[in-house]
């Protein structure tokens, strides 16, 4: 029966609905927060691995190796960068689920909203390795 403009329940299904409320804000607040520190992770090794790649870079300025080769071993950085980008992504998840089960992640295989990012940081890696190989091919040759 509806009444003033919500239902009238009794005791124990308000406390069921408040229960299940509270334990979807609770999965919606561990998804933003896992989008949020995948985020942060991908910012920081892409930074480590620029800061990294630069000095090689500079390296090879120094030693007078041929530009074609210091474009190589750019390349070669920006590959190790996005094969190690993936597993990146998939830490956060991993440990906060190696913590709280020994089962082996069930509830996140099935879940879209956490698998999106991932999905995406994987279709980007693939399209990222794509152009790096036809631009290390073009360096080579």
């Known amino acids: 029966m509806v009444g003033s403009g919500g239902y009238d329940r009794d005791l124990i299904t308000e406390v069921a609905k408040m229960e299940v409320s509270l334990v979807r804000h609770n999965l919606y607040l561990r998804r933003i927060v896992l989008r949020y ?3 942060l992770l991908i910012l920081l090794s892409s930074s480590f691995m620029s800061v990294a790649s630069m ?5 090879t300025k120094i030693l007078d190796f041929p530009l074609s080769w210091s474009f190589i071993i750019l390349s070669l950085f920006n590959l190790l960068w996005l094969l190690l980008l993936y597993a990146v992504v998939r830490l956060p998840v991993k440990w906060v689920y190696k913590i709280s089960s020994m089962n082996s992640m069930p509830e996140y ?3 879209i909203h956490l ?4 999905s995406l940081v994987s279709w980007v890696v693939g399209v990222s390795s794509i152009v790096l ?3 290390f091919i073009f360096l080579i040759v």
Do not use: L
């Open 37 to 39: 520190f995948k985020a």
């Open 55 to 59: 000095s090689f870079y500079g390296w």
């Open 109 to 111: 295989e099935n879940d």
């Open 115 to 118: 698998k999106y990012f991932e």
């Open 133 to 135: 190989f036809f631009t």
